[in-house]
Structure formats: C-alpha cells, structure tokens
C-alpha cells in the first residue's frame, strides 16, 4: 500500500503570508478606487466561507480579470521580503518526503504567485502536485482540487490527507471523502486543531517519538 499523499493548503498552513495577502487586496482596491481595508479586518474575512470574498474586498459579485492582473502584480514584486515559512515546515517536509510520502498543494491562490512563492521559500521541489485556484472550475470549499490531485497522482481519497487552517478546508476535503487535520498556527483560532509544527510532525512521524 502506498504511504499516505499528504496536501498541505498553502497559506497560513505553510507559509505565513498574511502581510502579504492583505497588503494585496489593498492594493487592488487602491487601483479601484476604494479606501484601504485594516489587516486585522482583512484577516479574519479572508477564511470565511459564508461571505463571498469578492464582494466583501472589491464590491463585486465575482472576481474580474484585472483583480488577479492586481493581485499578482503586488505578489510578484513583494513576496520575497513578505512571506515567510512557518518555523518547522522546511524540516517536516523534507522528513515526510524521506519516508516516502508522496506531498501536494492545494490552495486557493493563483497558479504564478504559487509557484513563485514556493521557489523563493525554496520548497517547490519537494511536492508532486500543485492544484491552484486558476487550476480548476470550483476552488475550496469545493474538492475539484483535491480530485484534480488525486487523479494526477493516482492515489484513492482512502490514501490522502489534507491538512489546512480554515473551515474551507475542512469542507473540501469532507466533500472529497479524505481524512482531515486542522491547525491553528495560520489566521483562524480553532478549539480542536494542532497547534505547533511540532505537534503536527508528532501526529505524522510517531516513529520519530519512539
């Protein structure tokens, strides 16, 4: 039986790019017209999956061209000096790749600032799959990519975990029949979740505590 595939949701599971993401929704909305939003109030909508983000950051409906053209415009030219990994996840990648594990990502951020800020927190290399938001018709909380991964890697949702931060996280992978594992360390609190890299590496690696 093949180790499990492992799916990691990218932002704030993996990296902490709240500066960053906040600081892009306002610049799209600088180049709207509208006010800068505070961080804090960006933050604690960003997750939330019974507002439609489009509405609540840009006054819309849905997301137009020009809102993606904005957004990785403001990513491309600032993610090296704003994002950074968690402290640990470097470490627990390279372990779980070592014993085998087969390592995905599935986030709703777009496919170019993906792979540009995976490369520069030099971790692209060790995942077989990236599934982004342009990838698919339905980003979380629907599963298409967490099916798009599992297809392309051809593993059963028996054989996979997803591991995220959020309740559309959660959702996805409920809906795509795959086990699911919460943490807290991202921009949600959440009373049942792992809170430390360490902790989470506990749950992944038991042997290691042997």
Request: glycine share 6%; charged share 25%.
């Amino acid at each position: 039986m093949n180790k499990p595939l492992i799916i990691f949701d990218m932002d704030g599971t993996l990296v902490n790019s709240s500066l960053t993401i906040a600081n892009a929704i306002n610049y799209v909305r600088q180049n709207l017209g509208f006010e800068p939003m505070e961080q804090a109030y960006i933050l604690k909508r960003v997750n939330d999956h019974t507002l439609n983000p489009a509405q609540t950051f840009y006054h819309t409906r849905r997301f137009e061209q020009d809102h993606e053209k904005w957004f990785s415009e403001y990513y491309t030219k600032n993610h090296e000096k704003e994002l950074v990994l968690y402290d640990g996840i470097k470490e627990l990648l390279e372990a779980l790749k070592e014993k085998g594990h087969a390592l995905a990502v599935a986030t709703n951020a777009y496919r170019g600032s993906t792979i540009e800020s995976l490369t520069h927190l030099g971790i692209y290399d060790l995942f077989n799959s990236i599934a982004c938001y342009d990838d698919v018709l339905q980003g979380k909380p629907h599963p298409d990519m967490i099916y798009k991964i599992l297809d392309e890697l051809n593993y059963t949702e028996k054989e996979a975990l997803f591991i995220g931060d959020g309740p559309r996280d959660e959702m996805a992978a409920k809906a795509a029949g795959v086990d699911y594992i919460m943490v807290d360390w991202g921009f949600t609190d959440h009373t049942d979740a792992v809170r430390s890299v360490g902790a989470l590496r506990t749950l992944l690696l038991p042997d290691e505590a042997k």
